[in-house]
C-alpha cells in the first residue's frame, strides 16, 4: 500500500515559469513533510521540508505548501531554472522517511 | 558537512554470490537506513537501525539483512544475490528524532 504518491511522472516547464510539484498521502499520522531532489547516479539531496502544524514554508525559490485536510502537499519553484531539472521526490516522515514515486522535472530554455 | 560514504559506485555480481554494501557516516548520526531506488517505484525502505546493534525491517526486506556493528557505520548485506536485485541502493542516516536524512552517493549494483 503506497502511503504517498506522486502521480505525475514527469512534468515539463519553461525557463523563468513556475513549476509545481504534488504529491498525495494516506497517513495522518506523519509529523513532518520533505522535497528531495536527486541528479542521475548521485545521492538524493534534501531541498525543504514542512512540519504538520504548518500550512507553509518559504526557502528562496522554493515553496512547499501542506493541506492536512486534503492530505496533500505541493512544491512550487519560481522562477524555474535549467538546473532545476532533476527527479524530485517527496517523502513523510513517521521517523522513517517514506518516499513517493518521483517526478521527472525538466525545465526547457 | 555530513558526509554519508558508500563503499562502490559501481558493482557487478554474479547470481548466487554474497554481497556486502558498506556505509559510514561521519556526523554521528544514530538513525541509519538502506533504501533501493527503481524506476517506477521511487525510494523503498530495506532496513533501518536507530542504534548500534539494532536493526528493523523496512517495506522490502526479504533477501536481504544488515549489520550495525559501530554507531558510524551500516552494512546492508545480500545474502544471495539474484537478477531482481540489481538496483540504486542508498544509505542514509539522521540524528534522532530529526526528519531529515542525509544520503550516500548511491551504488549501482548489477547481478548478472
Known amino acids: 500500500d503506497q502511503q504517498v504518491k506522486q502521480n505525475s511522472p514527469s512534468l515539463s516547464v519553461q525557463e523563468g515559469r513556475i513549476s509545481i510539484l504534488n504529491c498525495d498521502y494516506t497517513?495522518?499520522?506523519?509529523?513532518?513533510f520533505l522535497w528531495y531532489k536527486k541528479y542521475p547516479a548521485e545521492g538524493p539531496t534534501f531541498l525543504i521540508s514542512i512540519s504538520s502544524i504548518k500550512d507553509k514554508n518559504e526557502d528562496g525559490r522554493f515553496t512547499v505548501f501542506l493541506n492536512k485536510s486534503a492530505k496533500h502537499l505541493s512544491l512550487h519553484i519560481v522562477p524555474s531554472q535549467p538546473g532545476d531539472s532533476a527527479v524530485y521526490f517527496c517523502?513523510?516522515?513517521?521517523?522513517?522517511?517514506?518516499f513517493g514515486q518521483g517526478t521527472r522535472l525538466t525545465i526547457n530554455p | 558537512d555530513v558526509k554519508v560514504t558508500q563503499s562502490s559506485r559501481y558493482l557487478v555480481k554474479r547470481t548466487g554470490e554474497k554481497v556486502f554494501l558498506e556505509c559510514v557516516q561521519d556526523m554521528d548520526h544514530e538513525n541509519m537506513f538502506w533504501y533501493r531506488q527503481d524506476p517506477g517505484l521511487g525510494l523503498r525502505l530495506i532496513y533501518f537501525s536507530y542504534d548500534v546493534k539494532m536493526k528493523e525491517k523496512g517495506d522490502i526486506p526479504e533477501g536481504y539483512s544488515v549489520s550495525r556493528e559501530k554507531k558510524e557505520r551500516f552494512s546492508l548485506i545480500l545474502e544471495s544475490a539474484s537478477t531482481n536485485q540489481t538496483s540504486m541502493y542508498l544509505c542514509?542516516?539522521?540524528?534522532?528524532?530529526?526528519?531529515?536524512?542525509?544520503f550516500g552517493q548511491g551504488t549501482r549494483l548489477t547481478v548478472v
Open positions: 517523502a513523510a516522515s513517521d521517523r522513517k522517511l517514506v
Open positions: 497517513n495522518s499520522m506523519f509529523d513532518y
Open positions: 542514509a542516516s539522521s540524528f534522532g528524532g530529526l526528519p531529515e536524512a542525509f
